[in-house]
């Protein structure tokens, strides 16, 4: 499905944060870092590839693992506002369209938290609107009419790779369902595996894994539906790349460790390493606070027996604060498998552009992001 790529620099820098890249992806329209659907003077607001669709006749709906007042979600929904006003931005939500009709069908995300520090009755104003709320998690089996709100959280969900065994491929659960909600009907999903973001901000390798495993599943997912319903677009892309990883490293001759057939490899990967990750950084940081064993602690999370030097370095990060620990968790298990990383923020790298379906080649070649809320455009007035 790879057809291309796409640069993702925002109106005021040359290294995009997620709202100007999710106003760009779904108005066509730079932005500077900050904003959410709209340029840099106020007044000038932009309709969104959502926001058309419904007015198209479509159904729309929205599915993330961040909560729903998140950048990037807030980008096809919200205008006017800074992207850390999540509860200025929850209340956009139930602004109308000029038809006076909701902008969105369904909603599936964290963030209930927002939405109730936005409205002095939350409850009231989406009964008011005719939309159900519900607070089951993941548990989506008993949702069968919309519009509606599933809360998976009442402010940031866990990562996928702390989520209980049920839980653990939730952007595949959000898209089975919201996919069999929209079936055979004209309809607009947007889509994300927010927390891949967030697990290269603090440069945890096994975390990104769980979580690119989870929006992979996912993916497949979708593209089964488009094999059924050729008359389907899937565009699936990123809004920037976070973390600058590197996988792999030179072998040092001289080491010892390794067998005459790793050698022979000039550069290895430690992939095994990350397959005993079983928490996060975040998790294993809470657990080795509360441990009397750190080393039994750290191998039952990650496979990993610590060295005294390794043990000593956690030791010395825990008689610190939560940073230094999560720091020295990783530094440890990215040194073990040979992972590198350039920073904790984002990067300036084009990004992949996959499409697959009908009217998939419009995306081929180099575009920058804005091209791709351009052509949404174009399809969806050809179509309908």
């Not at 973001?197 to 440069?203: P, R």
Request: hydrophobic residues 35%; contains cysteine.
């Amino acid at each position: 499905m790879l057809v291309g790529l796409n640069t993702t620099y925002s109106e005021n820098s040359v290294i995009t944060d997620s709202a100007a890249a999710a106003t760009a992806l779904a108005t066509g329209y730079k932005t500077n870092n900050g904003f959410i659907g709209q340029t840099g003077r106020k007044s000038e607001q932009h309709t969104t590839v959502l926001e058309f669709a419904k007015k198209r006749g479509y159904l729309t709906a929205m599915a993330v693992t961040s909560t729903l007042t998140h950048a990037t979600p807030a980008g096809f929904i919200s205008k006017g506002h800074h992207r850390d006003n999540e509860a200025g931005i929850a209340k956009d939500f139930f602004r109308k369209n000029d038809e006076e009709k909701l902008k969105f069908d369904f909603l599936i995300g964290g963030g209930e938290k927002y939405f109730s520090e936005g409205y002095s009755d939350f409850n009231k104003t989406a009964s008011e609107n005719n939309v159900d709320i519900y607070r089951d998690g993941y548990n989506f089996k008993h949702i069968d009419t919309y519009p509606f709100i599933a809360f998976t959280a009442y402010d940031y969900p866990p990562f996928a790779i702390d989520e209980s065994k049920e839980n653990r491929y939730r952007v595949t659960k959000m898209t089975q369902k919201s996919l069999a909600l929209l079936e055979n009907k004209p309809f607009f999903l947007m889509i994300e595996g927010s927390q891949i973001d967030w697990c290269g901000h603090i440069n945890d390798i096994g975390c990104a894994m769980a979580e690119i495993e989870d929006f992979s599943r996912a993916v497949k997912e979708a593209k089964i539906y488009v094999d059924r319903h050729p008359n389907t677009l899937l565009v699936v892309t990123a809004d920037h790349s976070t973390g600058g990883l590197a996988i792999g490293k030179k072998i040092k001759k001289d080491d010892n460790s390794l067998s005459k057939e790793e050698k022979s490899r000039s550069y290895i990967w430690h992939k095994d390493i990350l397959q005993g990750i079983a928490a996060s950084s975040y998790k294993l940081c809470d657990m080795l606070k509360e441990s009397k064993d750190i080393n039994r602690t750290f191998k039952k999370y990650t496979a990993i027996t610590l060295s005294k030097k390794e043990a000593l370095k956690l030791e010395t990060a825990l008689a610190k604060d939560d940073k230094a620990i999560r720091n020295s968790i990783n530094t440890i298990i990215n040194t073990r498998s040979n992972t590198g990383w350039t920073t904790h923020g984002h990067t300036a790298v084009d990004v992949e552009t996959f499409a697959y379906g009908k009217e998939s080649e419009k995306f081929k070649g180099l575009l920058d992001n804005t091209d791709i809320a351009k052509i949404l455009f174009d399809v969806l007035s050809d179509n309908k």
